[in-house]
C-alpha cells in the first residue's frame, strides 16, 4: 500500500498547492537537459504537446506515432470544443468553477488537487494556442467567441467549428514540427511501441517494431512518458480510431504500473446506430445536438413493429403517441441530462423493446420542433404575419442548417436519410474511458520514471468525464504540467549519462517481443485476429456495457479468459514479421485487450455502487436513478499485475474532498 | 530574386506574365487585322507603322519575340517536368470528373498554336522582314492578306488553329490571374467570365477576318 | 451486391506492383468502402493469402490517412468525403472497381495501397509554424483582436487533413493546395506575420525539392478535396512568395 502516494502537496490550501509545488521541485540546468532523453509515446494533444514543450526545454525527445504523422492521433476527431476558466463571457466563470464542475461531473471519483490543477491551467491553454496561430471562432468585434456545453451553467467552451481537436492538435503538431526541424525530437512515425524496458526498476527504454520493415528496435532514455489514449477498442465497436489501442498502456501495467479505475468508461449517447455486421466503428454525433432536438421512441409497440418493417414513418406517429423519454423522466434538465444519464435511457427503452431501426438498438433525435420554434421566430423577426406552415418550416430549416449543418450532412452520408425531414436515428457508443494508467500529482506511474498523460492516465475526469474537457485535459498535462514535474525526477539523472541499449534487460524485452511476434505468425490456427476481437467486443458490451449486474460481470470475466485462451490456440495471422503486416499489428493489439477486458469486468464487479459511467443494475434508488456509494467506495482502485488479470492485486487510493461537498447528481 | 526565379511558383508567375504580354499583343494584332474589313488603306497605313516604327520595330518585337519563345519553352519544360513528378500512371483515371479539357491540355493546344505560328511566319512575318530590310521594296499588306484568304484551304487551316487558340485561353486568361496571385472573391467570377469573352470573341473575329476575305475573293 | 475489384497489390517499395482481380459478394449498400474492404480482407486471411494492405484510422474523415484512387478519383466517385466516409450505395451491382495507391513521385508506395506521405511532413517542418514556446507566458488570448473574416478564411484553410488527394488528383501530381492552405493559415492572422516571408520561401523551397510538380490552375484539387480547401489558398500563396521575393 505503500506504493500509493499520490505526493499532493500537504499543508497549504488547494489553490496554492500548484504554485508552492513548482516553487519547490527539482530543477534541471538547461546545459544538463541536453544530456538527458525522454521518450514520448503516443502524439495527440498530451503526447504531443509534451513532446514539444520537452524539446523547447532542451530535452533530448523521442516521439512515436504508430501513424504516418503526429497530426493524425485521434485528438483529431474531437469536435465540440475545448473549456478554460477564462470567464470572457462575464458570467461568473473561475478556477473553482471550472474545478467543482468538473469533480461533480466525475460523480466526486477524481483526485480534487489534480483537478484543481487542471482548471488553474486552463486558461493559459488558449492563449498559447491562440499564439500558435489556432483559429478559434471569433465574434464581429474580433474577440474569441465562447458556446455552453452539457453539465455547466456558464459558457466557458472555445471552439474552432466542429473541429477543435483538429486545429488543438495541428497547434501542438505545429510546435512539434519546429523543434523535430531543430534536431530537438526524434520523430518515429509508423512505430508501434511493443514494451517497455525497466533498468534497476526504472523506465529506461523501450522495444519498439517498425511498421514499414518491420524491424524490432530498441530505443533508451531516462524517462518515458506513455500518451497513447484510452482503450475504448476493448468494445471493438467505438468512436475511437480504428487503430486506437492500450497496448503501450498495458505493457507499462505489466511491468509494474497500476492500472486504475479500469471500469470507469464513458458511452456517449449520440453515435449514428450500428447498422450490419460489417461494421467497423461508430461515428459520433455532437453533443451539441441535444440542445435542439428532442429524443423520444413510439409508446405503442405495434408502432414500433410497423416502423420497423417500413409499413409506417416517425413522422406519421401523432404527437400523443411519441413517449419522449427524457423529458418524462428529467423534467427539470429534459434532453440536456449528462451523458450517462442520456445513454442509460436510451438503452432502457431499447431493452424494454421500443428500438426503432431492425437491430432494436435505435431512438429518434427529432429536429421538428426546434424546426418549427426557429421559423414561427424568424417569421416574427421577418414582420410574417400568419406564415404558412411550409414557411415556418422553410425559415426553421434554415437556422438549423446555420447551426448543425455539417452534422446534418455527415449524418446523412452515412445513413442516406435526410434528418431535415425525418428524424435522426441514434444510439449511445463507447466513446472515452476515464480509467488509466494510475499516477500521483507529478504525473508518474508506480513505476519510477513511467510517466502517464492525457487519456492514458485516470486522474482528472472521475467516473465521467464532461464534454470539452478531454482536449483541456491532454494539452494541460503536456504543455504545462509534466514539463514541470519531469523535472523532478530527472534531476536526479544528470550524471547517469546515454542509457545503453546493450544490456540484459533490452535482450530480454526484445526477445520477448520477438517470440511473441514468431507464435503470431507460425501459429497455424483457424480465426482471424478480428473475430476475436468481435467476440470480446460483443462480451463488453452485453454484459460490462452500460448497465451491469455481479451475475454479467462474473460471467464476462470467466467468458473473456476463454475467449483469450481459445485466442492463444487458434488465432490465425498472415504474411510474414519483416515488413508491413497490418494484422500482426492488430493481434498484438487484441492480444492485450483480451486481458484488460477481464480486468476491467473484475474491477466492475468489485466496485459495488453505481457511479457516472459504471452503473451498478443493483445500487439504484427507488426510482431507478445511480446510487453511489461514498462511504465505501470513495476510493480509486489501482490494480497491480501479478500474471493474471484474475490475480490482479487490488490498491486503495482513498480520495479526499475538502473543498467540496458530497451531493448526489440529481437532474429530476 | 533568383530563388523566387528557380521556384515552382516563381515560374509560373513568369508564365502568366509572359501570357499576359501574348494576351495584349493578340488583342492588338486583332485590332489591326479587323481594320482590313473596312478600310484598306487604314490597315495599310496601321500595317506599315507597325512594320517601320524604330520602337515597336526594335523595343516591342524583340519583347514579343522573347516572351512567345519564354512562354513556349517553359511550358514545355514544366510540362516535361511534371509529366515526371508521376512516374507511374494511373490504370484507370478520370480525369474529366474535375478539371475541363482545355485546362488538361494546354501543351496540346500550345504545340498546336506553335505549328500555325511557325506557318503564319512563313507566310506574313517573313515577307515583310524580306520586304523591309532585304529587298527594300514596299508591300501592300492589303493585297497579301487578300490573296493568301483567297485559298479556302488555308483558310480552314487559319480556322482550327484559332479554336486551338480559343481553347488555350479558355483556361489561360483565367489561369494567369490565378497564378500572379489574383483570385478574390468578388472580381474573379468576373475575371472568368472576361476571359471566356476573351477567349471567344477574340478567335472568333480572327476567324472572321479571314472568311470575309475569303468570301470577298469568290 | 457483388463487385468486381481490380486492386494495385505489390509487397514492398522495391517489388514490382500489378493489378489483381477480387471478387465480393454480398456487399450491404450501407457499408463504408472500407468496410467493404474489411470483408474482402476477412475473405483473403480465411483462404490463408495476404490482405490488401491499406491506410486507415479514425474512419470519420478527420484524421486523413486513407488515401486510394478509386475508379480514377482520389476518395472516389462521392464529393467532400474521404475514402473512408464513401459509401458503396454510391455503386451498382456488378460493377467493376479501380482500386490504386495515390500516386506521386514524391508519394512512394510502401505496400498495397499505403503510400509514404512523409513529403508532407518535411514541408510542414521547413517552416509551417509560428515561432512561440509554449511556455504559456504569452499574451491574453484576447489582447488582439482578429477580424471574423479574416479568421474564418484562417480556419478554412487550416481544415485541411493532410490527406494528398489534391497531389493523387493533380495531373501534374502538385502539392500546391497542401502547402497554399498551410501558408494561408499563418498568413491571414496577425500571430503569422513576423515569420511570413521565411516561411513561404522555405515551405515552397521544401515542396520543390520534394519532386512535387508544378500547378497549372486545372482546379481538379480544389474538387477532388475531401474538405473543399479553395484555389485562393494557392493564389495566396502565390501572393506571399511574390511580396516575399521582391
Redesign the interface.
Known sequence: MTKLNSKVPTGVPLKDKWIHHKDKIDLVNPANKRNIDVIVIGTGLAGG?AS??LA?LGYNVKAFAY???P????S??AQGGINAA?N?QGDGDSSYRLFYDTVKGGDYRSREANVYRLAE?SA??????????V??????????DNRSFGGVLVSRTFY??G?TG??LL?GA???M??Q??RGKIE?H?RHEMLDVVLVDGKARGIIARNL?TGEIERHSAHAVVIASGGYGNVYFLS?N???SNATAAWKAHKKGAYFANPCFTQIHPTCIPR??D????L??MSESLRNDGRIWVPKKMEDVHAIREKRLKPTEIAEEDRDYYLERRYPAFGNLVPRDVASRAAKERCDAGYGVNKTGEAVYLDFQSAIVRYGKEQANIHGIHNPSHAKIVELGKKIVEEKYGNLF??YE????DNPYETPMMIYPATHYTMGGLWVDYNLMTTVEGLYAIGEANFSDHGANRLGASALMQGLADG??VLPYTIGDYLSDDIRTGEISTQTREFEEAEKAVRDRIDFFLNNDGAH?V?YYHKKLGKIMWDKVGMARNAKGLDEAMKEIKELREDFWKNV?V??DGH??N??LEKAGRVADFLELGELFARDAYERKESCGGHFREEYVTEDGEAKRDDVNFAYVSAWEFTGQPSEAVLHKEQLEFKDIELKTRSYK | ?S??YS???????FMALSGFFLLFFLLQHFLINFLSVFNKQAFNDASDFMGTNPFVQYALQPVLFFGIIYHLIMGMY?DA???????????????A????WM??N?IITGVMILLFICLHMVDFFFPTIKAHYITHEHLDSYEMVVAKFANPVYVLIYVVAFVFLALHLL?GF??AF????????KYTPAIKKLGNIYAIAVPVGYMFIAVFHYINSL | MNLTL?I?RQ??SQAEGQ?VEYKVTDI?????F??MM??LN?Q???K????V?F???????????CSM?I???AHG??R??TTC?L?M?MFNDGDTI?I?PF????FPV??DL?V???A??RI???G?????????N?????A?????ED??L??DA??C??CGACVA?C????A?LFVGAKVS??AL?P??QIEASERV?NM??Q??EE??????????CE??CPKGIS??N?????????K???
Open positions: 504537446s514539444a514543450t523547447e501513424q504516418d504523422s497530426r493524425r492521433a485521434h483529431i476527431a477564462k470572457y491551467v493559459n491553454i488558449i492563449d498559447q494556442c491562440v499564439a500558435q496561430g483559429p478559434f471562432a471569433r465574434d464581429y468585434g474580433g474577440l474569441l474552432a467549428k473541429q483538429q486545429q495541428l503538431y505545429s510546435a514540427n519546429r523535430i526541424a520523430m512515425n514499414v468512436t480510431a480504428m487503430g447498422s450490419g460489417y461494421q467497423s466503428k461515428t459520433l450532412q455527415m452520408k452515412i445513413v442516406d504543455y504545462f482471424s478480428d490465425k498472415p504474411g515488413e508491413m497490418p494484422e | 530574386m530563388r523566387f521556384s515552382s511558383v516563381g515560374r509560373k508567375v514544366l517536368k511534371n509529366k515526371g513528378a508521376r512516374s507511374v500512371k494511373y490504370a484507370k483515371n478520370n480525369a470528373a474535375n478539371a475541363s485546362s488538361r494546354m483556361h483565367q489561369s490565378q497564378s500572379v496571385g489574383f483570385n478574390n472573391r | 481490380k494495385w509487397k514492398n493489378m450491404s449498400e450501407h457499408m463504408s472500407l468496410e474489411d470483408v476477412e483473403l486471411v480465411n490463408g493469402e495476404e490482405p494492405a491506410d486507415h484510422d479514425c474512419r470519420e474523415g478527420i484524421c486523413g490517412m484512387f475508379n480514377g478519383e466517385p462521392d467532400g468525403v466516409q459509401h450505395r479501380y490504386e500516386r506521386a513521385k514524391a510502401i505496400k499505403v509514404d506521405r512523409t508532407f511532413e510542414q517542418q521547413a509551417g509554424y509560428i515561432s512561440v514556446n509554449t511556455s504559456g504569452t499574451q491574453d488570448a484576447n488582439t483582436l482578429i477580424s471574423k479568421a474564418d484562417s480556419m487550416a481544415t487533413i493532410g488528383t495531373k501534374n501530381a502538385s500546391m493559415q499563418y492572422l500571430q503569422g520561401q515552397v523551397k515542396m520543390d519532386g512535387f510538380g508544378n500547378c497549372t490552375n486545372t482546379g481538379a474538387v477532388e484555389l485562393e494557392i493564389a495566396r500563396m502565390n501572393r506571399e512568395l511574390i516575399a521575393s521582391v
